[in-house]
């Protein structure tokens, strides 16, 4: 025999209970899914800013490897300008503005290399006989708050005048 009067379902305030609480999950998994996010999105352009630094670390060292003559840096008040003759040409790196360009001077081209440039600094360390280069370079960081400023310090050998 049934009971009369008990109630067999949900009550309204049990719903709007458990409604709150799936929406305040829902918020903290949302709000949790998105750092997820921008820390991936901070990673991603990282790990590419590093990519164009090595490799422009690179082809810098080529460059200072492949010099025929004596390598000159100036300060302008534009920025700093290197200049490393090969064979009839000469190949200038610049950094202006916040960003490091390599030319041929013989061309109108120049190519932006690192468009988010920190710091640069590129000097002689005079090693014997030997003249190396050293440059220093520390990049932008794409958030406030990064733990790890994105430095890297190359080093090429020019060869020895004959």
């Avoid at 840096?73 to 300008?81: D, L, M, N, R, Y």
Wanted: net charge positive; proline share 4%.
């Amino acid at each position: 025999m049934p009971r009369v009067g008990a109630s067999a379902g949900y009550l309204l305030i049990e719903c709007l209970v458990y409604i709150g609480v799936f929406a305040i999950l829902l918020g903290i998994g949302y709000g949790a899914f998105y750092v997820c996010w921008d820390y991936s999105k901070a990673l991603h352009y990282a790990t590419d800013d590093i990519n164009a630094a090595l490799h422009a670390g690179e082809r810098w060292r080529a460059d200072i490897r492949n010099a025929t003559g004596k390598i000159t840096v100036e300060t302008t008040a534009a920025g700093e300008q290197l200049r490393i003759p090969c064979g009839t040409n000469e190949v200038l790196y610049r950094f202006n503005a916040g960003e490091i360009r390599r030319q041929v001077a013989s061309s109108d081209f120049s190519e932006s290399l690192l468009p988010t440039v920190k710091a640069s600094q590129m000097v002689m360390d005079a090693r014997g006989p030997v003249s190396a280069w050293r440059w220093e370079l520390e990049l932008k960081s794409r958030r406030k708050e990064a733990r790890l400023p994105l430095l890297f310090t190359f080093e090429a050998a020019a060869k020895p005048a004959p």
